[in-house]
Every structure is written in structure tokens, then in C-alpha cells.
């Protein structure tokens, strides 16, 4: 490579998140989406039904109101002394309690549909998530969190307003265009004929400017996702920023993108903003011929005024629905896209049911024995090849290996997170694979890299394995982790809710609360994954102690760094690229002068 | 409010020119009902086929203007808006990237980006919309109210007494309301939380059984935010119906006035028809004003909050303080320090290294390690003693000048969506030598040219695509480029094997011997060759000098590093008891 200038602080310009894996993307037919979709609806049958009825009379009778009015004004007259009040009376009342009625069944549907919504979004959340917790763990290990999070709480919620408005929408829209319709028909059939300049009209506009605008709204969100992009790495960069005295130069690339994004925008609303003026132009086009065709009809009395008036009054709600069409489209197809999102969440391969004749794992003693196993993350791309170990009862055996070699790949394999390919792992002389899961992975307690924790109290985290542990069983797990006196120093002791602001647990500390929870457990067989590397020596140490008096008896796969306990292992596995390379006790292993050795001399070599 | 305002002012002309445009577009289409009347009660009885088109093209004339002076209006609107955002952006995206640690801990991350994103978006659209509508709407609503008076003044007074009442309608469904979306969000919120516990602790969910009392959980949680919606969504659903009640009942009214007024020659028919139309504009009005207030509420709050971030002063001066003769390039002379101004986290620390020599620190989670390093950068001040670069008092140097030459890894440092380039080189102007030099010594170039284009390859943001090694090695290379003359290396090589970090020892050695370095570590053995070692417990130094100095002199240190080294194996068997006896470093 030559040393020429590169591009010192530029950005670069590349966006990143489209190259992330999203959730699978092979298009659904359309036509099984409606079909799902109208499963869900069909569940809330009973109101359904009502609220198409109740969209159906609320429309109709709103729409009456212009036909009323108009008659209301032929019945005045034209000049003074021709009204007929008994009539205008009639047409009036008849008019307000038309408009009532409707805004009354208007209100009732609203309360409907509501109705019918919450019990859908809350059917297809738990749908989602019961499919969610009933997946595989490489799911989740291939897929972001945060497209998860997306589908579940936004597009669920997409999918519905879709399901409730739109689908509502169209329904009355259809009955809007109808009886308009029918009512210009009736009053005065060729001044329709308006129609056939206007609708073409919008029809043709709508189009064009869709298909100008769709690129152009695509960017904009586009170059705004890459400055909030951006911006949040910047305030997350803060301290590198300030030490290395950078403000200027990460100013400047905020400058680039803020610029960016601007114009985007900018871009976007030149056309987005002229649809509207657009769509009113047209109807002031449609208002004008319907004026000057009624009234040369007028001049030849062949309509009357009143007639007119409705007439227009039914134009501008025929054109309504007409020029809301694109818009309910687009919806409909974000709808769509949403929906075809949650279901294939809902329809994700999930974990494959335990055999029928599966026999529950009791009474462990912990002898685990692998015998030439084949393991492949990807098909073809073998990790593990013809394996075999044995640990017997309360041995310990401890994975070591460089960084990224792949040391988790044996946890997955032993709790049956991953299946293998070839061989056979059997704990206590069962196959796991003749296990149900359930049992199996309860043989095990563990304490992993990444001490999770959920948002709740200290005590319902640590209680979080064994819900029926008494008080004094959880103080003791505690105090073995050696966190009991940090949580008696909380504000709140035992009761303060893990995930509040202001509330401040370190790495160290929380990693020493998921080993409090593993304590509590009473699980055979233990795994260690790289547990302490969080912790500093000193309480390292002490966890150590006490995790080795906790082991007495149990089974442990530790994965670890530190050659020095490892050292004391019965069977240290050596791991390379995946696979495990030597296997054997530290000094076999020294002896045999391989990786393990060159390895173990590294951590001894000075300055 | 006012500051954000302030914004506004560069562009008063515009702005002024825009509200006029977008004024007379709303006044041409207050015309299109009145011609509309005239045609009816005008025009029809003089029987004059031509006049009809005359007016009828007067119409057409008047729509034309209308759309194009809307549509122009808009794009200036846009244009402002935009350029007020992008302005008011970038002073908030530096007073921020400008703040003292101390100041940013109190915004919290969080905050400042959601103060970045959510709310400059909200200014922008609530400035955009406001200049769209916030003409237009109160114009049509007066335009529509004077243009009605003119037809007939009465049925205007009719029709105007339902302005208020339809106000009170959307000022009590928003009054209810609001609370409800509150709650509304906080609930998904705790959704959103729910998910992300199950999706990260999937193994532990898993492992424990508890999938039956995760189901639980979620279903309580989505239960409810199901049912707080639908309460929302009913009190938002009474306001349609109510003002359209409101609003028609009025118009019956006005139409059963107009009959009297006819009937006895004081209105004509065409005036109730053109009414009916005033009517609708007045009504749509009615809901744009009711847009802008609630749009105007968001966008009040957002600028709120803008305006906070902008009033911080900026702290951390300089101060005015003489350069003394000094041996060493950094001294601590008795510092000390708390985050809260409660408890210290560092007490009455000094050491001194001069150029070229390395200190290494150790001690337990929370015993300080990182707030040294955190004073020495200068990203918080200590409230006690002073620490010296060459002599001078750190807080006495400008911040660019302490920047210069130093190189620094940072515990959960932040790794960008950029190339692997990008990323050592932070924003600094560095050659590829100079890269490759650095990520030569931090053992990084070993899976650098594993990677698909090299240094061109494109790291996810966070590191996602890097595995915990390679986000290390990464970082230590972006402190190593640029030759510092200070290196701060915090708990760099934790998830280092030893022999990645073995040779990272050396060629720090070996290539930077000029550079004073300050190394905490968990392991001895990275730091056991250094010129001096500190042990920190609690925040206090309970140990300072070399590794044979401490072996001798600080207990707790020998433990430790005996344990590390590999001899605790036969101590604990010898010694078990000696162990449990000193457990005071819980």
C-alpha cells in the first residue's frame, strides 16, 4: 500500500446500515397476506360485521344532508314571498337530524373499531412473541435486535391502523362515490359529464407526481438516517473527540451531512408541498364548470338553484375519495410491507419440537461424554470435526484458546443451542438429543460474558432461576458472589430496580449479580464463559474461591484466559479457529510442545 | 422559544414575502365561492350566456393563480425551514460536541441525541407547516367569516357562534388526551424493554426454562398498552363527531334564517348556496388551526429543550498560571476528585513520570483507575491539586495544545461505521504509513489484511462486524497513530490472549520508547515491566513504585501477582486459610 495522503477526517460517505443483515426478505403473495390478514379480523367477526353496518348507514346518511339542504333552498324560492316554510321547516329538521344521526354512528363505529383494534394488535403481538421465545438462539445471533423491536411495536401497529382506518376508509369511501353519484345522477345526469375532464385529470397528476416524489421522500429519509447515524456516534465518540482535541474536524463532517440532508429535504417538499394547492386546483376547476354549465341550464330552466347547490355540494365529496385514492395506497402498501414483516417473523423456522419419546434428564451426576462430533455454523463450512471428550462427574474442564478462535461454539453445542452434524454428546450415558431441551439445558447453570440483566429489583434478578428461593438463599448466593454488602449500599437494598437512572451498577458489579443468580441454582454442570474478565483480580480472586467450593462435586466448562486457572483443569481443551486442536492436562499439554505450549510461554514473555 | 426565534431573524424578508405570497393565494381562494354567488345572483337573471363565461373564466383565472401562488409559497417555506434547521442543528451539534464531560453527564447521551434528532425534526416541521398553514388557516377562517358577513351579516353571526364552542370541544379532547399518549408512550416503552431483555438474554431464557414467564411478562405488558391506546383513541374519536354535530347543526340554522331572509326580500338564494361553500372552507380552517396548536405544542416543548443545550456556558476555561521548571512530563501533585461532589472517587494522589516512562495502574473495579486517566485528559477537573504537563498546570494549557500528541483508548470506546482507515485515523490528518505503522504495533494487521479491502474495509457502527479482540486492537492502533508523546491505554488488552498482548508489550517497547505511557490492566504481567506501578483501592493509592518495590512492600499487590503468575495453584493448597482471612477487597 503507498503512503499517500488518505482522506484524514473525511467521512466516509458509504451507508453502512444497508449492508447489515435485515430480517428475511422473500416477497409473500399478496394475496396470502390479505388472506392472514383477514384471519385476524375474522376472530373479532361479531364486530366486524358491525362495523361495516355501522360505516355503511353512517355514510349513507351523512350523505343525504347536501340532497336535504338543496331542497330546503328550492323550497325557499327565489324572490321574496315564494317560501314554502312547512317544507323548508321539514327539509332543515331533516337535514340536522341526518347529520346527527350520523355523527352519532360516526362516534359508535369509532368506539368499534377501537374495539376490534386493541383485541388485534394485541392477538398479533402475542403471536410474535410466542414465536419470538420459541425460536433458535442462532436466530437471534444472525438477526439485529433493534429490526426485531421494529416489527414487533411498529409494524404491529402499522398493520392496523391500516386494518381499522384504511380498510374502513375504502369502505366508505366507496360508499361516498356511490351515492354521490347516484344523488348528481338524479338531480342532473349531464352535468356529470364535468367529471370526464376532472378525473382523468387527477388521475394522470397523481401518477406523475407519485412517481417524481417516491424517490425523492426514499432520500430524503435516506440522508436523514445517515446524519442521525452520525450523530449518535458523534455523542457517543465524546471523550476520544476531547482527548484528541477533534471538535473541528467532527464538526465539519456534521456540516457535510446536516448540508446533505438539507438539500434532500429541501428537494423532497419542492414537490411533495405542490400536491395539495394541485389536487385544490382541480376541484376549483370542477367547482367552476359545474358553476357556469348550471347556470346556462339554469338560464334555460332546466335545474333548479337549490339543485345546484347540491350538486356541487355532492362534487366536491365525490372528488374526495378520488383524490385521497393515492393516499390510501401508499398506506396500504406500507401496510403491506408491514404485515409481510410480521408474519414471517410469526412464520421463522422454530426451534424443532423435542422428540415424542423424549425422557425428562433427572437426578444428574454430571458425566458428559462427546464422541466424534461434526459441527458446521454454515453448511459446507466445517468448525468441529471428530471430537471427542469426556468429563466425568465435578471435573473441570477449561476451554483456552486466542481471541475469536470460536470457544462459545462447545457451550452451544453441549445446551443444545446449535445442533451437530455428525456423533453423539450424551450426558449421564443419555443422547441430549433423546432429552427434552427443557431438562437438559436445566442440568446447567451458567454465567455468561455478557451478564444480563432485566429491569426489575436485584432480588427478582438474582431469584430469577429459582423464583421459590427463600430470602435467606438469595442473601447467601449473594454474599458467596460477594456483591451483598455493595446491594446492602444501594439506595433501596435488595428492592432498587436494576435499569433506573441514576441508579449506578458497574460491568463489574453486574456481572457479579449473574453470578449470585448462577449460585442459587442447583444445577450439576456449570459453564464459565470467560465470566470474569469484567472483574477486576482482586474480586476475580475471591469469585474463584468460592465458584471452586460451589463446583465441589459439579461439572464445570469454564472458558477462560487466565492460564493460571486453568491450569488446575482435569482436561483443558484447546481451541483454534473453531476447532479443538490438543486436549489433555497442562503439563501432557506442555509436553507435547504444541500451540497450547507456545501459547502458555507468550503470557511469560517481558518487555 | 425566543432563541430559537432569534433563528428566524436572517430570514425576515423571505419569511415576510413568503406570508404575503401564501396570503393572497388564500384570498384568491376565498374569491372562487363569492364569483360563485355573483354567477347565480348576478349573473343568471340578466339571462347573458356570455356573462356566465365571463365570470365562469374569472373563476377559472382565479384557481389558476391560486394553485401557482401556493405552490410557490410552499417551496419558500420549505426552503426557510430548511435552512433555519440546518443553522440551528449545527450550533446545537456543536455546543454540544463542546461541552465538559461533566456538563454532557448531566444531558446524558440518550438526551443529547434525541435532542439531536427528534426535536430539530419537530422544529423543522412545525416551522414549514406554520408558514403553510399558519396563514392560511386563520385567513380563510377570517377571509371566510368577512366574506360570509358581506353576503349576509346575519347568517355570519349564526354561524360564528359556533367557532367558540367547537374551541371548547378541541381544547377539552386535547386537554384529556395528551396525558393518555403520555402514558401511552411510557408503556411502549416498557414493551420496546421487555423485547430487548428477551432478545439479548435469549441463551439465560432459555437455559432456565423460563420461557413461560417471559410469555407472562410481555403479554401483561402488551395487554396493557393495548388498552391504553384504545383509551386514547376514545377520547380522540369524540372530537369529529362533536364538532361535525356542532358545525352542521349551525348550518341548519343558518339555512332555516336564510328562508326567513329570502322569504321576505332581504337575502337571495344564491347567498346560502355560496354560504354552504364559505361553510366548508371555515370548517377546514377550524381543523387547521387546531393542527397548528397541537403542532405548535410539540414544537414549543422541542425548542425547550434545544434552547437548554444552547444556554449551557461553556466550562472548563483556561486559567492563567506560570510554567515552573520540572523534570517530569506529568505530574500528579495531591489531586483529588469526585463526580458527585459527595464522595471522592480519587483522594490525594501524586506521582511523577518523566518522558519515556511508563506507569502502570491496577486495582479493583471502582477503585479510580479510570478517573485518573479521565483527569489527566482534562475531560473533568480535579477540585484538588494540580497535575502538570512539562511543568505547566493542565488547566493553564488551551485545549488544542493538550490535545496534540496524545493517544488514548477508552473503556466501551465508541467504534464508527467507517472504513477500518477512518476509524484509526479519528478525524486527524494521517498518512497510510502512519496507519499502517500503528496497526502494525497493535497487532492489528493481522486481521486488517484478512478483511475485504484492507484498510478500506467498512466497520459497522459499534463494531458489530468485529469481534471483541479485533474492537481492541482497533482502538489501541487509533492511539498509537500519530506518535503520542502521552499513551493512555485503559484496560486495552482484556480481551487480548496473552500472546497478542505479549507482543503488543513488545512493540510498544520497542517503537515508542519516547512516549510516556500510563497502562491499567487487571493482569500483572502487562504492566509488571513498567518504570512504576500504582495500586488504587477505593480511590486511594495504597501502593506506588516498582514491581520488585511493591513485591516486597504492598501485600496485597504480591497476592495477586503471585496468584496471576501461576504459583497460587500450591499457595491455595498451603495457605488456603491466609486467603479468607485478608478478604477486605470485595
Given at each position: ?6 482522506r484524514?477526517g ?36 361479531a364486530l ?9 348507514l ?15 333552498i ?20 331533516l ?7 350520523a ?69 366508505q ?8 353519484f347516484?344523488?348528481?345522477m ?5 352535468l ?9 385529470l ?7 407526481i ?26 457517543g ?13 467532527v ?24 400536491i ?6 382541480i376541484?376549483?376547476?370542477?367547482l367552476?364548470l359545474?358553476?357556469?354549465f348550471?347556470?346556462l ?13 347540491s ?5 366536491r365529496r365525490f ?13 396500504l ?6 404485515a409481510?414483516?410480521v ?36 453448511e ?12 466425568k ?41 433423546g432429552?427434552t ?11 455468561l ?13 438474582i ?36 435499569g ?18 448462577a ?23 475471591r469469585?474463584?474461591?468460592?465458584m ?22 482435569d482436561?483443558?481443551?484447546?481451541v483454534?479457529?473453531g ?6 492436562k ?7 510442545q ?14 | ?18 406570508l ?17 354567488a ?23 383565472l ?10 410557490y ?19 446545537l ?35 414549514n ?13 377570517v ?9 349576509d ?5 349564526v ?19 395528551v ?13 420496546v424493554?421487555?423485547?430487548q431483555?428477551?432478545?439479548v ?10 420461557t413461560?414467564?417471559?410469555?407472562d411478562r ?32 349551525g ?6 334564517l ?5 322569504n ?29 396548536f ?12 434545544i ?16 510554567p ?21 472517587n480519587?483522594?490525594?494522589?501524586s506521582?511523577?513520570l ?17 478517573t ?47 472504513t477500518?482507515?477512518d ?17 502494525e ?36 492502533a487509533?492511539a ?16 487480548l ?14 517503537g ?30 495504597i ?16 497476592e ?17 486459610l ?7 477487597y470485595?
Open positions: 500500500m503507498s503512503n499517500q495522503m488518505i484524514g473525511r467521512w466516509s460517505r458509504n451507508d453502512m446500515r444497508e449492508a447489515k443483515r435485515a430480517l428475511p426478505t422473500a416477497r409473500m403473495p399478496r394475496r396470502q397476506i390479505i388472506q392472514r390478514l383477514w384471519r385476524y379480523l375474522g376472530r373479532n367477526r366486524m360485521v358491525l362495523a361495516i353496518f355501522l360505516t355503511l353512517s355514510s349513507s346518511i351523512g350523505l343525504v344532508g347536501p340532497r336535504l339542504s338543496g331542497l330546503a328550492d323550497a325557499i324560492g327565489l324572490t321574496e314571498g315564494q317560501a314554502d316554510f312547512p317544507k323548508v321547516f321539514l327539509y332543515v329538521g337535514m340536522a337530524l341526518s347529520y346527527v344521526v355523527a352519532s354512528l360516526g362516534y359508535i363505529l369509532s368506539r368499534v373499531t377501537l374495539r376490534m383494534t386493541r383485541n388485534i394488535i394485541y392477538r398479533m403481538r402475542k403471536d410474535v412473541f410466542d414465536k419470538l421465545v420459541s425460536l433458535p438462539v442462532n436466530f437471534f445471533d444472525k438477526y439485529q435486535a433493534g429490526e426485531i423491536i421494529s416489527v414487533v411495536s411498529y409494524d404491529v401497529d402499522t398493520v392496523n391502523e391500516s386494518l381499522s382506518t384504511d380498510f374502513l376508509q375504502i369502505l369511501s366507496l360508499v361516498t362515490v356511490t351515492v354521490s347516484v344523488m348528481m338524479s338531480i342532473k345526469p349531464i356529470t359529464l364535468v367529471f370526464l375532464v376532472t378525473i382523468p387527477t388521475a394522470l397528476y397523481t401518477r406523475w407519485t412517481g417524481r416524489t417516491r424517490p425523492l421522500f426514499r432520500k430524503r429519509s435516506q440522508k436523514l438516517g445517515e446524519l442521525n447515524g452520525y450523530m449518535e456516534e458523534m455523542m465518540s465524546k471523550r476520544p473527540t476531547r482527548a484528541y482535541g477533534r471538535e473541528k474536524q464538526i465539519e463532517g456534521f456540516d457535510e451531512k446536516n448540508e446533505e440532508a438539507v438539500v434532500a429535504y429541501t428537494t423532497a417538499e419542492y414537490y411533495g408541498t405542490m395539495g394547492p394541485s389536487v385544490g386546483f376541484n376549483n376547476i370542477s367552476t359545474i358553476s357556469v348550471g347556470a341550464l339554469f338560464l334555460r330552466g332546466q335545474v333548479g338553484l337549490g339543485s345546484i347547490s350538486f356541487v355540494q355532492y362534487s372528488s374526495g375519495p378520488i383524490n385521497e385514492l393515492a393516499s390510501i395506497f401508499g398506506e402498501q406500507s401496510a403491506f410491507a408491514a409481510e414483516r408474519f414471517r417473523l410469526i412464520d421463522a423456522e422454530p426451534e424443532a419440537q423435542d422428540a415424542p419419546d423424549a425422557t425428562v434428564l433427572m437426578d444428574v451426576s454430571g458425566d458428559v461424554r462427546a464422541e466424534h462430533v461434526d459441527f458446521s455454523y454454515i459446507g463450512v466445517p468448525v468441529i470435526r471428530d471430537f471427542s471428550m469426556h468429563a462427574p465435578g471435573a473441570l474442564i477449561a476451554i483456552a484458546g486466542p481471541t475469536g478462535a470460536g470457544k462459545t461454539t462447545l457451550v452451544n453445542l453441549l445446551m443444545r443451542f446449535y445442533d451437530i452434524d455428525a456423533g453423539s454428546i450424551k450426558v449421564d450415558g443419555q443422547d441430549i438429543y432429552l431441551r427443557s431438562s437438559l439445558r436445566g442440568a446447567y447453570t451458567m454465567v460474558q455478557d451478564s444480563w440483566l432485566f429491569y426489575g429489583s436485584v432480588y427478582d434478578n431469584a430469577y432461576a429459582c423464583e421459590d428461593a427463600t430470602p435467606e438463599r438469595v442473601e447467601g448466593a449473594a454474599r458467596a458472589a460477594m456483591i451483598h454488602s455493595f446491594i446492602k449500599k444501594l439506595p433501596q437494598g435488595y428492592d432498587t430496580i436494576i433506573d437512572d441514576g441508579v449506578n451498577i458497574s460491568k463489574g458489579q453486574k456481572q457479579l449479580i449473574t453470578i449470585a443468580r449460585m442459587l441454582s442447583d444445577a450439576r454442570m456449570l459453564i464459565l464463559d470467560e465470566a470474569t474478565s469484567n472483574v477486576d483480580t482482586q474480586t476475580e480472586q469469585i474463584q474461591q468460592a471452586r467450593q460451589l463446583m465441589a462435586g459439579r461439572t464445570a466448562f469454564v472458558i477462560a484466559h487466565r492460564l493460571s486457572t486453568i491450569k488446575s483443569a482436561t483443558i481443551l484447546v483454534r479457529d476447532n479443538i486442536v490438543e486436549q489433555g497442562h503439563e501432557d499439554l506442555m509436553a507435547q504444541g500451540y497450547y505450549a507456545s501459547l502458555y510461554h507468550a503470557q511469560f514473555e517481558s518487555y | 422559544m425566543k432563541k430559537v426565534m432569534s433563528y428566524l431573524m436572517p430570514y425576515r424578508l423571505l419569511l415576510s414575502w413568503t404575503f405570497v401564501k396570503f393572497i393565494a388564500s384570498i384568491l381562494d376565498l374569491f372562487i365561492p363569492f364569483i360563485l355573483i354567477i347565480l345572483d348576478d349573473i343568471v337573471p340578466q339571462k347573458e350566456p356570455r356573462l356566465v363565461y365571463l365570470w365562469g373564466g374569472l373563476m377559472a382565479c384557481a389558476a393563480a391560486s394553485v401557482v401562488s401556493n405552490i409559497a410552499n417551496r419558500l417555506a420549505a426552503t426557510t425551514s430548511s435552512r433555519v434547521t440546518r443553522s440551528l442543528r449545527h450550533d451539534f456543536s455546543r454540544l460536541i463542546y461541552l465538559s464531560m461533566a456538563q454532557f453527564d448531566q444531558v446524558s447521551l440518550s438526551s443529547a441525541v434525541s435532542r439531536l434528532t427528534t426535536d430539530t425534526y419537530n422544529i423543522n416541521i412545525f416551522l407547516r406554520t408558514q403553510r398553514m399558519g396563514v392560511r388557516a386563520p385567513i380563510l377562517l377571509g371566510g367569516l368577512v366574506m360570509t358577513s358581506i353576503l351579516v346575519r347568517m355570519m353571526l354561524l360564528l357562534l359556533t367557532v367558540p364552542l367547537i374551541g371548547l370541544i378541541v381544547y377539552f379532547v386535547t386537554k384529556k388526551s396525558p393518555l399518549y403520555d402514558k401511552q408512550q411510557t408503556v411502549l416503552d416498557k414493551l424493554r421487555v423485547l431483555e428477551n432478545i438474554g435469549v441463551r439465560v431464557i432459555k437455559a432456565l426454562s423460563k413461560d414467564y417471559e410469555k410481555f403479554d401483561q405488558v402488551s395487554g396493557k398498552l393495548a388498552d391504553v391506546s384504545r383509551q386514547a383513541g376514545s377520547v380522540v374519536a369524540l372530537s369529529n363527531p362533536l364538532s361535525s354535530i356542532t358545525l352542521n347543526l348550518l341548519s340554522l343558518c339555512v332555516l336564510g328562508a326567513y331572509l329570502v321576505s326580500g332581504l337575502s337571495r338564494p344564491g347567498s346560502i348556496i355560496a354560504f354552504m361553500h364559505y361553510f366548508t372552507i371555515i370548517s377546514h380552517a377550524m381543523f387547521g388551526i387546531t393542527r397548528i397541537i403542532m405548535s405544542s410539540k414544537g414549543i416543548a422541542s425548542a425547550r429543550r434552547e437548554a443545550i444552547l444556554e449551557m456556558e461553556e466550562e472548563q476555561g483556561q486559567i492563567s498560571a506560570q515552573e521548571d520540572s523534570p517530569y512530563h506529568v505530574a500528579f501533585d495531591k489531586v483529588s476528585f469526585s463526580y458527585n461532589g459527595v464522595e471522592d480519587l483522594r490525594d494522589i506521582f511523577t518523566k518522558q519515556g516512562e511508563t506507569l502502570g495502574i491496577i486495582g479493583a473495579t471502582g477503585s479510580g483507575k479510570t485518573l486517566t479521565n483527569l489527566l485528559l482534562r475531560l473533568y477537573d480535579a477540585q484538588k491539586g494540580r497535575i502538570l504537563i512539562n511543568g505547566q498546570d493542565i488547566r493553564a494549557i488551551p485545549r488544542d495544545t493538550l490535545a496534540v500528541r496524545v493517544g488514548v483508548t477508552f473503556q466501551s470506546d465508541f467504534i464508527m461505521a467507517a477500518i482507515r476509524n484509526i485515523a479519528f478525524f486527524r490528518d494521517l498518512t497510510d504509513e502512519e496507519i499502517l505503522q500503528a496497526a504495533a497493535a497487532q492489528a494487521m493481522e486481521f486488517i489484511n484478512e478483511k475485504e479491502g484492507g484498510l478500506d474495509f467498512e466497520v459497522e457502527s459499534r463494531g458489530n462486524n468485529l469481534s471483541g479482540g479485533q474492537k481492541q486492537r482497533l482502538l489501541i487509533r498509537l497513530a500519530g506518535k503520542p508523546s502521552l499513551l493512555i491505554l485503559d484496560d486495552a488488552s482484556s480481551a490472549d496473552y500472546r497478542t498482548d505479549a507482543s503488543l508489550r513488545k512493540a510498544l517497547a520497542e515508542f520508547h519516547d512516549t510516556t505511557s500510563i497502562i491499567i490492566a487487571q493482569r500483572v504481567s502487562s504492566i509488571k515491566g513498567a518504570h512504576k506501578i500504582l495500586m488504587l483501592e477505593d480511590g486511594q493509592a501502593g506506588y513504585g516498582s514491581h520488585e518495590d511493591l513485591m516486597r512492600t504492598c501485600p496485597p499487590y504480591r495477586i501477582a503471585l496468584t496471576q503468575m501461576g504459583a497460587m495453584g500450591e499457595m491455595l493448597e498451603d495457605e488456603g491466609a486467603l479468607e482471612g485478608s478478604a477486605v470485595e
